[in-house]
Nanobody, 123 residues
Framework: VQLQASGGGLVQAGGSLRLSCAASGRAFSTYAVGWFRQTPGKEREFVAGISWSGVNTYYTDSVKGRFTISRENAKNTVYLQMNSLKPEDTAVYYC?????????????????WGQGTLVTVSS
């Protein structure tokens, strides 16, 4: 599976962005997906996750109520809608997949990673 994340950019605090994670490979629709983010000098942090069916979703506390993860398996794409953005959301965002249980927050449990897309939120 190859993943490509896109949709990052510069936005003012309070604004919105939608990230996309496009995948190649027919098996993608059977994989759980996670979004992670990372800032310089810090570990990669779990942001949101979704099961293969899209029924189950998971969020880190700091983004609950502001971010929404969704997927369109027919398009091999997972989205992260980010609203009410804050300067502390600034990071490189990565999508990743794994074939096991969804909602895994440990990045080492994911098998495939996209290249990352930079989100910058100005105050």
């Amino acid at each position: 599976v190859q993943l490509q994340a896109s949709g990052g950019g510069l936005v003012q605090a309070g604004g919105s962005l939608r990230l996309s994670c496009a995948a190649s490979g027919r098996a993608f629709s059977t994989y759980a997906v996670g979004w992670f983010r990372q800032t310089p000098g810090k570990e990669r942090e779990f942001v949101a996750g979704i099961s293969w069916s899209g029924v189950n979703t998971y969020y880190t506390d700091s983004v609950k109520g502001r971010f929404t993860i969704s997927r369109e398996n027919a398009k091999n794409t997972v989205y992260l809608q980010m609203n009410s953005l804050k300067p502390e959301d600034t990071a490189v965002y990565y999508c990743a997949t794994r074939g096991g249980v969804s909602g895994e927050r440990d990045p080492s449990r994911y098998n495939y990673w996209g290249q990352g897309t930079l989100v910058t939120v100005s105050s």
